[in-house]
């Protein structure tokens, strides 16, 4: 009962943040000077042809009037109509969000298996050089984003020693059998992996820029809690049993310190999703950031909106997921 | 076994720590103060004028190549441009996007923290509402965005970065005041009559001061990053004027003829991004009272 009466809460104060984002982005792109349809024709349109296009994008309106009309159809399920594609917004979104799902799930798995290998190596090595090294890396890729680790890859991997794909998604003349645009899924459902390993090697650069930096917070706090964890009685209690190091880090310190590793994981999820918008740009990657950076360069307003709101849902979706989950694992949240 | 015993392991590990908080400061100052003084005598040292274009001494190779051109110690870019020159130009732009930006976000960030944090109620309400609307926009598509709608130039890249960013310090301020305002020192001061916006500035403020610091130390690494990605798609300052990110732009498109036009700049930026995170931190930890 109270669950729900939490879940319900969570969902208004979304359902509030949501607006919030749409009304900004809404105003911000339409308050400030710029013609967005001056933009759109050739300098030798006439002025009857911009006003024609102006009535078939609603320009013409008032912005509470154009926020009201948008607003239904999007309740509706209706994005509008991108201006330089000419097309559905939504059709447009949901055909590249798959790429950046897969992306960021990607880099979501490599930074927990970086991290963790690094803060379980740490935790048993403590105390020596290899913990201090450790530290120091954390340091490092903790400090330098996504969009450097990217230019770094790219000349590491790229040209010095090229064995990853530096640009785009999949290689271009390659015959795609795919019905959905997870391909990366799709290829290792249909046993196709050469498929699978062509875009494995276009993914492994950014997805790792991506990962690299979460993969530092997440080993150190990882190490922190373990280190902190190992000094309780149970885990000496274990120790004078008999087990051995290993043993007693991975089945009895690990289970206790790994829950304020999940909550920052959720929330560092959302940052990395963000990452994505540059890094895709970086390698031609084509996912939804890639899109929005051209959407703004063509002051594509519905498309513009239509993909802040997406990558809104997405952030807030999480957050969401990650309370959930906490509120679940958490036995002291749960009978609060 | 010394592991066994907690205390030992960590009065040992806190003296090594203090040894390389020290040299970590040292060695980010002192690259930090290259980089200034680079920015500050560009005129002077730069061997070459960063805007000549000479189409015939184009992707020159850097000086330890043998039969490249002396004079280009870095070589040149696709137009012929010195790299080095470019470097020590584009420092200026990015240390002064690093520092006004910075210190704008900090302040208004911070400000906004404090009081959300020390008087809660619907000013905390509103500020805390206004960080979860923000969070939800992915940061790097916000700040193409504004610097769409509000035109290219320096000004344009400040306030994108201030507009963007203040909710990092507006986050960790407000808990930390929320902490300090909890503490017996300030409710002594509240029964001793001290109106509550002086507590605030004379109280609480010189607490959080030393997370401020290091924050903003970070958030200088920040706004450097930012202008490069911005230059990066093509949307910060005129491309005449040289700036790291501009030329790491260029430096991808062909960093298959020419990889000294990308790694040069890169480095730089790497190394400035990395000193202003390090040399926070060991600003903090300088200030922590539990280290020291």
Known sequence: ?336 | MPRSIPGCVMLDGRAAIRRRLGLRLWLSGGWLALVLLAALLAPWISPQDPLAQDLMSGRLPPFWVPQTEPGFWLGTDSLGRDVLSRIIWGARVALIVAFVAGTLTATIGSALGLIAGYFRGWADRLISRLVDIWMAFPPVLFAILLIAVLGPGLMSIIIAIVVIDWTRFARVIRAEAMNQGAMDYVASAQVAGMPRGRIMLAEILPNVLPTIVALLSLEMGISVIVEAILSFVNLSISTDQPTWGGMIAEGRISVHQAWWVLVFPLIALFLTVLSFSQFGEGLKDRFDPVLR
């Open chain 1, 1 to 336: 009962m109270l669950l729900l009466r939490t879940i319900l809460a969570r969902l208004a104060t979304t359902a509030v943040t949501l607006f919030g984002v749409a009304v900004i982005v809404f105003v911000v792109i339409r308050v400030v000077p710029g013609n967005p349809i001056a933009m759109m024709l050739p300098p030798n349109a006439t002025a009857a042809d911009i006003d024609r296009l102006r009535a078939l994008y609603g320009f013409d309106k008032s912005i509470p009037q154009q926020f009201l009309i948008w607003g239904w159809g999007v309740l509706h399920g209706d994005f509008g109509t991108s201006i330089s594609l000419r097309q559905p917004v939504l059709g447009l979104v949901l055909g590249r969000l798959p790429a950046t799902l897969e992306l960021s799930v990607m880099a979501l798995v490599m930074a927990v298996l970086l991290g963790g290998v690094a803060a379980l190596t740490g935790t048993r090595k403590r105390g020596t050089r290899v913990e201090a090294g450790i530290d120091v890396a954390n340091g490092v890729a903790m400090s330098v984003p996504d969009f450097l680790w990217g230019l770094l890859l790219i000349i590491l991997f790229g040209v010095l020693v090229p064995v990853f794909q530096i640009s785009g998604r999949v290689t271009p003349d390659l015959k795609l059998p795919f019905t959905t645009q997870f391909y990366l899924v799709e290829s290792v459902l249909r046993l196709r992996f050469d498929l699978t390993a062509d875009l494995l090697s276009h993914m492994f650069m950014p997805a790792l820029a991506l990962a690299l930096p979460l993969a530092a917070i997440i080993g150190q706090l990882l190490k922190q809690s373990l280190k902190e964890t190992m000094h309780l009685d149970y885990v000496t209690l274990t120790r004078t049993k008999g087990y051995g190091e290993n043993h007693v880090i991975l089945r009895e310190a690990l289970p206790n310190a790994i829950l304020p590793t999940l909550t920052l994981i959720g929330v560092q999820f959302t940052f990395l999703i963000g990452g994505t918008v540059i890094v895709e740009r970086l390698f031609s990657y084509e996912g939804l950031g890639n899109m929005a950076i051209d959407a703004v360069i063509n002051r594509d307003l519905p498309l513009i909106q239509g993909i802040v709101i997406v990558f809104a849902l997405l952030f807030t979706a999480v957050n969401l997921v990650v309370d959930m989950t906490y509120a679940a694992l958490n036995p002291r949240l749960r009978h609060a």
